[in-house]
């Protein structure tokens, strides 16, 4: 009975831990960067590679630079969904494939929990200022580069 009732407490206390994301209220600015092109256009690009740093991303960020972003790194190409819980920024999620080509575009809008997806597997996402691909007529299909890409595993 006490083994059963140690379990329980355990259990639901796990549950009501936070995540690393909710106790952590501060955007993450010292993630290590890379440079990104796409056609004429350079991204400053913040590089979130981690578990850890994926699921905090831009959240708690008030401003960016409209030549800065960020780069999610997953391990192996999988369909790729995200949301914008604690994101205070409205932005653009490319989607983009291991030889840097663009899948899809998706806008995604502040504070809101809807869920944004690749239309294929993919391994990169990178988020810019809502509005950046759009006003640089940046569309699916086009091609990032940058040393990411040259060393992507194929």
């Not at 914008?84 to 504070?111: E, K, S, W, Y």
Request: glycine fraction near 6%; charged fraction near 20%; proline fraction near 5%.
């Amino acid at each position: 009975m006490f083994q059963r009732l140690a379990a329980l407490l355990l259990l639901s206390a796990s549950f009501a831990m936070p995540t690393h994301a909710q106790q952590q209220q501060q955007p993450q600015t010292d993630l290590a960067r890379t440079q990104l092109s796409v056609g004429l256009y350079k991204i400053d690009t913040q590089i979130a590679q981690t578990p850890q740093q994926r699921e905090i991303g831009l959240m708690f960020r008030k401003t960016m630079p409209q030549a800065e972003g960020m780069i999610f790194v997953f391990e192996q190409p999988a369909t790729q969904c995200f949301w914008m819980r604690n994101t205070l920024l409205p932005l653009t999620a490319a989607f983009v494939a291991d030889d840097g080509r663009i899948v899809n575009l998706v806008d995604m809008q502040p504070l809101t929990e809807n869920s944004h997806c690749s239309e294929e597997p993919v391994r990169y996402v990178l988020e810019m200022n809502q509005g950046w691909f759009a006003k640089k007529n940046i569309k699916k299909g086009a091609k990032l580069g940058g040393e990411l890409f040259s060393t992507a595993k194929r």
